[in-house]
Each structure stands twice: as C-alpha cells, then as structure tokens.
C-alpha cells in the first residue's frame, strides 16, 4: 500500500493536470486525508520544490489557503535552476530529486535515469574521500550539461 504522503502528492498533481495552477485549503484537504494539517506541509514542502519544477505559496489563517503553480521551464532555464541548485555540494537525497524530476518530465528516458543514479550513488564514490557530496555535485553537473547541450 502506498503511503500517506505518496497518496497526497498524487491527489495534489492529478488537481494541477487540469492546469498549471491549483488552490488548496490544508485543513480540508487534511480532513479528506483524515490526517493532521501537518502532513499536508510535509507533502508541500517535501514534494512540490523549486528543483521539482513547483512554486508554493501559502497564505494562514482563517481561510488561508495554499497555492501551488507548476512551472514550464525551457531546457535552458531548467539547466540553470539546476546547476544553481546543485552548486559545489549535493547529497545523494537532494540529487535523486532533481533526478526523478528529469524522468517524470520526459527529459531523460529511464535506462539514462538509471545510469545517472548509479554514478551518483555512494558505492561509485571512493570510501577514502571526505567530501562525497562535492564530488557528487561534479558529476552531476556534467551529466546535465551534456542532456541540456
């Protein structure tokens, strides 16, 4: 069975196959979910990011409600979002998103999706190494610059 959170973030991205934008209320979506308001925040902060192609925001209080627009970025601007992102240091977490993010947007097919994982991953890093993030980074970096070129 799927968890909560994968369920919510499903619920949330068939309201925005409508369009590119999608109101929510936490507190009726938490009631639809039976679940506290704060796994809907878990969802939103977690799932739907900047480097996931989403921009949240969130109005509280009584009626407040939360806004999530789904991005379209051209090839160059998605380059540059990740690179910046990315910067001198990325843990394996961090990059599987951007990861993820390129496949469920067509970018790369999914035998790419899985070379990339494999030479990101910690086992492809030397053991002796302090800094596996900063490597990390490199050679993701790369990979990207040669899907966006």
């Known amino acids: 069975m799927a968890k909560l959170s994968d369920v919510i973030e499903d619920f949330i991205k068939t309201l925005l196959d409508d369009g590119c934008k999608a109101i929510i209320q936490r507190n009726e979506l938490a009631n639809k979910f039976n679940c506290a308001p704060s796994q809907i925040s878990y969802v939103l902060t977690t799932r739907f990011t900047i480097d996931r192609g989403y921009h949240v925001e969130s109005r509280k209080g009584g ?47 999914k035998r790419e999706y899985i070379l990339i994982k494999a030479a990101i991953c910690d086992r492809s890093l030397p053991k002796n190494i302090n800094d596996k ?17």
């Open 63 to 109: 009626g407040g409600y939360v806004t999530i627009l789904k991005m379209e970025n051209s090839a160059l601007e998605l380059e540059e979002l990740l690179i910046s992102k990315i910067r001198d240091s990325i843990t394996y977490g961090n990059a599987l998103n951007i990861v993820d993010d390129l496949l469920d947007k067509d970018y790369i097919s």
């Open 133 to 149: 993030n900063c490597i990390r980074a490199n050679i993701l970096k790369n990979i990207l610059l040669v899907i966006f070129s």
